[in-house]
């Protein structure tokens, strides 16, 4: 009886898990879509194609130092860059002494105390110090910036989906609202429209307004706010993976060595293991047939003789 009422408390149980699941698929395929207007403008990030993409990229050099261009004169006046020291630059080409000067020639000071009074003072960077934030604190930040905070950008290639692609889309896309964007989708006269941002509208102003705004050295493309807006977003991408060669340098490695190590076994198993999995051995000794036969033959003729 125990097990009769097991079995169909069983049976209910599979039976209402299953009607749970018809119902929700039936309601979901046959529920009108709910319109929604930032679905509706939000635009994917642009394509963008940098010389660090797919398993054989590599860093351009020139490049990221572009990128940290761009970054020092017009971004590093509101974002910080928090897990970058000023010694990492030497990765982009620059030597020692160049690195030494761009950490004193910083327009931020970094917090420090004061050894005989202990109280608070600033003082000029060091290759050693991580780049300074350019506010004391969040309520500082958020003072400056109409209450928005923004973003470190360390690692921003890697905590928004689209990495690369989404800041340069964000940097080139502010633009007008459209005609048909409803009235309470408009941007306030503190925030600006841009369709790659999440909810349509964001409070940092468009960073880079015309071409020419950061002046490259010579033999470097023209700087366009197109060519910039792939810069630092190339500078970007190395912040955020500054070991990315060492990484599809380890990964190709690997490839080829397990790909070595697959034939080795393969001619191991044609060599060893293939074939039938059990031979017929032919095992000699006193009990064998032949054997058995010339023991018998010398035994009769031993009995003959000694009659």
Request: net charge neutral.
């Amino acid at each position: 009886m125990v097990r009769i009422l097991g079995i169909l408390a069983g049976l209910a149980l599979v039976f209402v898990a299953a009607w749970s699941f018809g119902h929700g698929a039936y309601s979901f395929l046959t529920t009108p879509k709910e319109r929604n207007v930032v679905h509706e403008f939000h635009k994917e990030p642009k394509a963008l194609h940098l010389a660090s993409d797919g398993p054989f990229g590599k860093y351009d050099r020139q490049q990221l130092q572009r990128g940290f261009q761009v970054y020092k004169e017009v971004c590093s006046s509101c974002h910080s860059l928090n897990f970058v020291a000023f010694r990492n630059l030497e990765e982009l080409g620059y030597n020692e002494a160049e690195v030494k000067a761009l950490a004193q020639g910083w327009q931020t000071q970094v917090p420090d105390i004061d050894p005989k009074s202990g109280d608070p003072k600033g003082r000029k960077p060091i290759p050693a110090d991580h780049f300074p934030s350019p506010f004391p604190n969040e309520t500082a930040a958020r003072a400056s910036n109409g209450n928005a905070l923004p973003p470190d950008l360390s690692l921003i290639t890697k905590a928004r989906e689209g990495g690369a692609a989404y800041v340069y889309s964000l940097i080139t896309g502010y633009q007008n609202p459209p005609a048909n964007l409803p009235a309470e989708n408009r941007p306030s006269p503190t925030l600006h429209y841009n369709p790659y941002f999440a909810n349509l509208n964001i409070a940092m102003p468009p960073p880079l307004r015309s071409d020419g705004q950061v002046t490259y050295a010579p033999g470097n493309p023209r700087p366009t706010v197109d060519q910039m807006a792939q810069d630092i977003a190339a500078f970007l991408t190395w912040t955020a993976e500054p070991r990315l060669e060492n990484r599809h340098r380890t990964g190709m490695a690997s490839v080829i060595f397990l790909l070595f190590l697959t034939v080795l076994a393969y001619l191991a198993y044609q060599n060893i293991w293939h074939g039938p999995t059990s031979r017929a051995v032919r095992r000699t000794g006193v009990l064998d047939p032949e054997n058995m036969a010339k023991r018998d033959a010398a035994s009769a003729e031993a009995d003959m003789g000694s009659a």
